[in-house]
């Protein structure tokens, strides 16, 4: 394991990156010294994933493109602090699209919206601009496939999701909502040889696989989907909380309490051997009485979690005596999206009259 990287500036000492396919940071004699000493270990990736950078700068770029006010139906990504950040800038978020004046600009969030959200839209005079995120129009995609099909569809999903309420909206009649394998005995389904299981993005990913489980031992002809529903960013934040877990006393996780991702992975440490784990909205919320007796720190944020909000939790541990920082890393990121085809042709036709 590289040593700390010792860095004058800030009130925390940085470390490298540990590479922890090849590098194992538990069990090593420098571990072993080490764990004695109060220290954080910060997973990689964590924070913003594509889908929800480019929901941001959707709002932004609408801001920008079209001037304030813009609406935004829900709160574009669920994160307390940009949802208040954006409004700074002059976005203003509404439940529902009736409270949109007639004509006006408004953006549709990052979990999805079900078709009847776009038709009223359309019936105002809404210029809208749709921000959900590819991988959860992927899942839409699918159940519009399936539903033509005739399939019965188990959604695998949170009730009352604001992603499930969008991507059960394609085919109310076809969908069944199957909130964790507690829920498999009371799905009711027309033709038990045609199912198909499909699932919200953001799940713990052991959790679902047991639910798929139960489902097949109830419908032995389930059909999986062609790939995989829960997103690359759930998938390697919970890895990288998982690599950690079993090291520490102590995890943290940065993110809102209704953000999914953010939730499962506080789940998802506990469930890796972590004694604690909490969620906090921010470095505010964290309790001086959970660091008692504590010598090593996990620290993670959600997929909408803005990076300054880890920076705060740092800065906050740092001042507490916990001020070496190794990063551990799952694996890097390197996707990102196009922004959504309104912006991108507004971007265009503005380019094109400046020339
Ligand atoms: S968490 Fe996954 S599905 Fe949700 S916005 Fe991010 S990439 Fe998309």
């Known amino acids: 394991m590289p040593p700390a ?52 700068q959707a709002v932004e770029s609408a801001l ?59 019936q105002r005079g809404l210029r809208t601009i749709d921000a959900t995120c590819p991988l959860v129009t992927k899942v839409h995609q699918e159940v519009r496939r399936f539903a033509a099909a005739d399939y019965d569809i188990l959604l695998i999903g949170h009730e009352g999701h604001e992603e499930v309420i969008g991507t059960s909206g394609e085919a109310p009649a076809n969908v069944h909502l199957v909130d964790g394998p507690e829920g498999v ?14 699932s919200q993005t ?52 940065v993110g809102s309490a209704n953000s999914s991702n953010s939730v499962r992975m506080v789940e998802v440490a506990r469930a890796a051997g972590a004694p604690a784990a909490y969620l906090v ?5 964290i309790d001086d009485a959970w660091l008692m007796d504590v010598s090593t720190v ?12 880890v920076t705060g939790a740092m800065e906050h541990l740092a001042a507490r005596g916990f001020a070496d920082v190794d990063e551990v890393s799952h694996v890097e990121e390197r996707l990102s999206f196009a922004l959504p085809q309104e912006i991108r042709r507004s971007l265009r036709e503005r380019r094109a009259s400046a020339e």
């Open 202 to 253: 953001t799940l713990s990913v052991d959790e679902t696989l047991q639910t798929v489980d139960a489902l097949r031992e109830r419908f032995p002809l389930l059909e999986s989907p062609p790939s995989d529903d829960i997103c690359y960013a759930t998938q390697n934040r919970q890895a990288a909380v998982k690599l950690i877990a079993p090291q520490v006393d102590l995890f943290l996780v």
């Open 64 to 122: 920008d493109l079209y001037g304030a006010p813009v609406y935004v139906r829900k709160q574009i990504v669920h994160n307390l602090h940009v949802v208040r950040a954006l409004e700074a800038k002059g976005a203003i978020f509404v439940d529902e699209t009736d409270e949109v004046p007639e004509q006006a600009t408004v953006v549709f969030s990052a979990h999805g919206v079900a078709p009847s959200v776009y038709a009223e839209a359309e």
């Open 5 to 56: 990287c010792r860095m004058p500036p800030g009130p925390y000492h940085r470390g490298v990156a540990i590479d922890q396919a090849t590098s194992p940071a538990a069990g090593t004699p420098v571990a072993a010294e080490r764990s004695a000493a109060k220290r954080v270990l910060l997973a990689r990736p964590r924070g913003y994933c594509a889908g929800v950078d480019r929901a941001v």
């Open 185 to 198: 005995a009371s799905v009711d389904v027309r033709d038990a040889d045609k199912v198909v299981w499909l």
């Open 298 to 309: 996990g620290l993670s944020s959600g997929a909408s979690v803005p990076e300054i909000l």
């Open 281 to 285: 909205e921010n470095s505010d919320a």
